[in-house]
């Protein structure tokens, strides 16, 4: 546009075309560059999604996997309770309950295994259950 103006100022004639081509091009110029704004805006748009989308999709596939974790933890805690009902206290023949010797365990060992057992999977229980319960 501005070479035009020079022209025209000095002394030369420019024909009404020129300026009609000038119009038309400048057009096609603002309509491409709009829709390659467009177009950029666009694909950042779903590459956002897209990763939000992932995001959201690997949270929910952990959190599956703690609810998995923690059903299996649960369960083993079932049967780790019900190995520990044979080995609770038996009272002694001869003693009164209110004796503190009057208990006898068959196997001290194992009950004392079994009963760290059991508290270490009430904690992991808790510790599951605690990020279950901040999970988005």
Same mark, same amino acid.
């Given at each position: 546009?501005?070479?035009? +103006? @020079? ?16 119009? !038309? ?5 603002? $309509? ?5 704004? =467009?177009?950029?805006? *666009?694909?950042? %748009? ?5 990763? *939000?989308?992932?995001? &959201? ?8 996997? @703690?609810?998995? =974790? *923690?059903?299996?933890?649960? #369960? ?8 520990? =009902?044979?080995? *609770? /206290? !038996? @009272?002694?023949? +001869?003693?009164?309950?209110? #004796?503190?010797?009057?208990?006898? %365990? /068959?196997?001290? &060992?194992?009950?004392?295994?079994? $009963?760290?057992?059991?508290?270490? %999977?009430?904690?992991?229980?808790? !510790? !599951?259950? +605690? ?6």
């Amino acid at each position: 546009m501005a070479f035009v +103006g @020079l022209w025209e100022h000095s002394r030369h004639i420019v024909p009404p075309n020129v300026y009609w081509m000038i119009a !038309i091009v400048s057009l096609f110029v603002a $309509c491409y560059k709009a829709w390659k704004d =467009e177009r950029l805006a *666009k694909e950042a %748009l779903l590459s956002q999604l897209t990763s *939000k989308h992932l995001t &959201v999709s690997q949270a929910l596939a952990n959190w599956q996997e @703690l609810r998995s =974790e *923690k059903k299996r933890l649960e #369960d083993q805690l079932e049967s780790e309770l019900e190995r520990l =009902e044979p080995l *609770k /206290p !038996i @009272l002694r023949s +001869g003693f009164s309950p209110e #004796d503190e010797y009057a208990f006898y %365990l /068959p196997d001290e &060992v194992e009950y004392e295994k079994v $009963c760290r057992k059991i508290e270490r %999977l009430k904690e992991e229980i808790e !510790i !599951i259950t +605690g990020k279950l319960r901040s999970a988005p």
